[in-house]
């Protein structure tokens, strides 16, 4: 049981002093979380200039939880003011990397301090499992800006010979200010694979929060703060995608874009970001990634790794194993199993101990989730497994497995975002590789056998920036991660990332050259 209190002290054109209480009586969390609900602007929490709100709304039965300030494109003005300012004056190179590297950390540690409390409201806004967010959410964020810490004071360029008239090197210098705009399946973590390397490179931040789940980047806002980061260095500007989004993605002083989302929306801020000054932008979007499994696999085990692929975050991930295509020797074998796991996964309450499954995200995911379920049976598919609502309120679906799947079929090309698997009987190698890559789409896949070399040549053989071998969803953060086609541009995570928070710059020294 919950409850939750308001506490608006509002005066127009004032500070925001408005928060929201919530106090969790749950089987895995009992606490009380405070969160601001304002637009964190140059370190303080302020109240909109539209004075907008946004509701968010509980995915488990669709009841309000609370409401958060909505930004605007003034809003953002004023945010990009404050992060040019503080990137100017008190940041970037005027901070050495040791010291950008120790405030992550205590970032880290602050995090570390609140793990239960986070994991709670990204259990309460998202509807993923509390235990999930508490062993893979939230650590996961932990990790990536301790990571990020120690790149801070080693990012740098290098001396490069030419003749003994000249002093060359480079130096890998801060962007400016970067915008970041987030998804709502993984809140807390795809701001820090933002943030991170953001912060450690020197750039100042916009993070726009998706308007469904703004609650964890409100709730960091304050650890900010205590790490000891400048006024304006970190800003939130909670927002829609259409108002918020599309003004820090046109705004003439930011310098670059991060963005995890849809490939329409990718595709929106690509255009945006042309059409004004040709910021820099990185993309991590959609997927409709490939799991090939082969006859000689060990059986237990690739069914934990499959249904882990499709079904973890109740399939709302990038990554998500939604074709799975199966050797026709161990077809049935497989299918047999699969469905076994498949029934055995517990969907339902985010904060019960067993549960795996939560809701999905909204109303919208929900009907569009339903609709390609009803599109997969009007083309002819066979719902093996669920296909269904799961109970009678909130928004939870069976975890669904399909069967006679046929390539042009919408559930195997589209993108469903949702727990609804097609499975595909193959014969050859070749022609599981020629379907796997019959798609726009090119952010993962995943290959399983007890061969290594016929794993190692079709994982090479598959147009997808991730390649897992017998396994899938396990990325490792010093790893990169992105896209090929149309699941986009640059790379996060790793040293590669830093690729993209840096500019290059060229410095020729004369030392003895007279014209």
């Not at 100017?88 to 409390?117: F, S, Y």
């Not at 009907?367 to 309120?393: C, F, L, N, P, Q």
Request: charged fraction near 20%; aromatic fraction near 8%; proline fraction near 4%.
């Amino acid at each position: 049981m919950a409850k939750h209190s308001f506490h608006d002290l509002l005066i127009p054109h004032q500070p925001s002093m408005s928060s929201f209480t919530y106090q969790f009586d749950t089987p895995t969390y009992k606490g009380t979380s405070t969160v601001p609900t304002g637009l964190f602007i140059n370190g303080k929490f302020v109240e909109p200039v539209e004075k907008g709100r946004i509701e968010v709304l509980n995915p488990v039965n669709g009841q309000l939880i609370t409401s958060v300030a909505a930004g605007t494109a003034a809003d953002i003005d004023i945010a990009v003011q404050a992060a040019k300012k503080a990137y100017t004056e008190r940041w970037g190179l005027k901070v050495p990397g040791a010291q950008r590297g120790r405030m992550l950390n205590k970032l880290a540690d602050l995090l570390q301090a609140n793990a239960d409390e986070f994991s709670a409201l990204e259990a309460l806004d998202v509807g993923k499992a509390f235990n999930m967010a508490r062993n893979g959410d939230i650590p996961a964020a932990i990790a990536v800006f301790r990571y990020y810490a120690g790149w801070a004071d080693k990012i740098q360029g290098k001396t490069i010979e030419t003749n003994e008239r000249k002093l060359a090197y480079t130096r890998h210098e801060p962007i400016g200010v970067v915008g970041a705009i987030v998804p709502w399946n993984f809140p807390l973590t795809m701001l820090s694979w933002k943030i991170g390397p953001a912060l450690a490179a020197g750039n100042a931040v916009i993070l726009k929060p998706s308007e469904l789940t703004p609650l964890t980047a409100l709730r960091l806002c304050p650890l900010f703060v205590k790490a000891g980061f400048p006024d304006g260095v970190v800003n939130v500007v909670n927002g829609y995608g259409s108002a918020a989004g599309q003004a820090l993605s046109q705004h003439m002083m930011v310098d670059k874009i991060a963005f995890t989302g849809s490939t329409l929306t990718g595709r929106k801020i690509m255009e945006a970001a042309a059409k004004s000054n040709l910021k820099k932008v990185t993309l991590e979007l959609g997927g409709k990634s490939p799991s090939i499994i082969f006859d000689d696999v060990d059986l237990e085990q690739t069914v934990k790794w499959v249904s882990h692929g499709i079904f973890m975050n109740h399939g709302q991930a990038c990554t998500a194993g939604s074709r799975i295509f199966v050797q026709a020797g161990i077809y049935d074998k497989f299918l047999k199993a699969f469905t076994e796991h498949t029934l055995s996964l517990k969907v339902g309450d985010p904060f019960a101990r067993d549960t795996y499954q939560g809701p999905q995200i909204s109303q919208t995911q929900f009907e569009r989730i339903m609709g390609y379920i009803k599109s997969g049976k009007e083309d002819g598919a066979t719902v093996h497994v669920g296909g269904e609502r799961h109970g009678h309120e909130g928004y939870f679906i069976q975890p669904t497995i399909f069967t006679e799947c046929k390539p042009n079929m919408k559930i195997v090309q589209e993108e469903i975002f949702g727990p609804v698997a097609a499975v595909i009987k193959f014969t050859t190698e070749e022609e599981a590789i020629e379907q796997a890559n019959d798609t726009l789409y090119g952010l993962a896949c995943s290959v399983f056998t007890r061969d290594i070399d016929r794993a190692i040549r079709v994982a090479h053989s598959i147009e997808a920036g991730t390649a897992w071998i017998n396994c899938h969803n396990s990325t490792e953060l010093s790893l990169p991660f992105g896209g090929f086609k149309q699941s986009g541009i640059g790379r996060e995570l790793g040293e590669y990332a830093l690729e993209h928070y840096t500019n290059v710059k060229a410095v020729h020294v004369n030392i003895g050259h007279r014209l």
